[in-house]
């Protein structure tokens, strides 16, 4: 199918692109890798007045650690993601997601702040944003607002951000401590969406115990959910069996799966509690095993 006419822009400013979502609001749409919105557009689910490319906008790219948070520019592609291998021992959770979305040509256009803006419940950013508590930058003409990866998903394809709005940059607090993570998903075939995945991050004291921890649910709910607590039953504890075991079933029960053609709800749960414990496991060793 063909899209519906609109009028396409690219400007080489973000206050441009700022000024014409103010003008336009509801009737715009920014694109940036075009991995969702283009399917959207020809298959007319979408139907913006003008498309507004944040393609040639400087200062939207880049992995960079500066004040205690990586910094992850919103037009930043999965692919850098992947390669930025700097980020191992300290947010291992997003080097083994992003090589588990779609397969490479996915992945050397689409963007993670692309995913995140869509909001599909099963989108693999919107679970480790959540596990690693992350926040987002996002400007409007009207200034900046930073928004906690909580909270920001409020349902399938809907998110707090305004019709006016832009994401430039999603910030990840990396503290004190060692820390482990770990990302597993269960697709179909290679390159699928997940059928079930799950995002793990934890963070160990000085004294062995678990100071915090985060996990997050893709595609068991109408949107990424935190297994708020599964957390809780962690944090304070010295590792064992048995306390990975009960977050695991705390986090299998916080998923709110439907039936479809990839499984029951009831086998969705059990995967999601299933890969909490393996992924915990995992999270704690490479923590462990890591240097302060
Ligand atoms: C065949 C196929 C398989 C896929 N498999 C997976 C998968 O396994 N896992 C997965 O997570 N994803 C998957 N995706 C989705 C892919 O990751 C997309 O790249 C991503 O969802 C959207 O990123 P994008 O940069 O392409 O955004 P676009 O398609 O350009 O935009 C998506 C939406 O976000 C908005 N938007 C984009 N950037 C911004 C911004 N900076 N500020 C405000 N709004 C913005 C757009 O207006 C639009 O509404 C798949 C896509 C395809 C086509």
């Known amino acids: ?31 940036a890798g075009g991995q969702s919105l283009i399917p959207l557009l020809k298959l007319r689910f979408a139907s913006p007045v003008i ?10 790219e880049g992995i960079r650690q500066e004040n205690g948070h990586v910094r992850i520019g919103a037009r930043t592609r999965h692919r850098d993601v992947e390669s930025a291998t700097d980020l191992r021992g300290t947010l ?7 090589p588990l979305i779609s397969d490479p040509l996915i992945r050397n256009m689409g963007t993670v702040g692309g995913s995140i803006c869509h909001a599909d419940p099963a989108g693999d950013w919107g679970a480790v944003m959540l596990a690693v508590g992350a926040e987002f930058v996002v400007r409007s003409s009207g200034g900046e607002r930073v928004l906690p990866a909580v909270g920001f998903f409020e349902g399938p394809f ?10 430039t940059e999603i910030r990840i607090p990396v503290g004190a401590g ?40 893709c ?11 599964a ?21 299998g029960a916080a998923a709110e799966p439907k039936a479809d053609i990839r499984g029951s709800a009831e086998y969705k749960r059990d995967v999601a509690r299933v890969f909490v414990q393996r992924g915990l496991h995992t999270a704690i060793n490479r923590a462990q095993g890591a240097t302060a």
């Open 219 to 229: 595609a068991v709910g109408a949107q990424s959910i935190k297994a708020t607590a």
């Open 1 to 31: 199918m063909f899209p519906a006419a609109f009028d396409y822009i690219a400007p080489g400013a973000l206050d441009e692109v700022l000024s014409l979502l103010s003008q336009h609001g509801d009737d715009a749409k920014v694109l």
């Open 51 to 60: 498309v507004i490319d944040i393609g040639r906008v400087d200062g939207l």
């Open 178 to 217: 060692r820390s482990g993570g770990t990302y597993l998903k269960l697709e179909r075939k290679v390159g699928d969406f997940a059928s079930v995945a799950t995002a793990v991050h934890v963070v160990l004291g000085g004294d062995g115990r678990i100071s915090s921890a985060g996990i997050g649910l």
């Open 158 to 167: 809907t998110t707090g951000l305004h019709a006016d709005e832009v994401m």
């Open 231 to 251: 957390e809780a039953a962690l944090v304070g504890q010295t590792p064992s069996d048995a306390v990975i075991a009960e977050a695991a079933r705390l986090a």
């Open 92 to 98: 291992d959770v997003l080097l083994d997601a992003a």
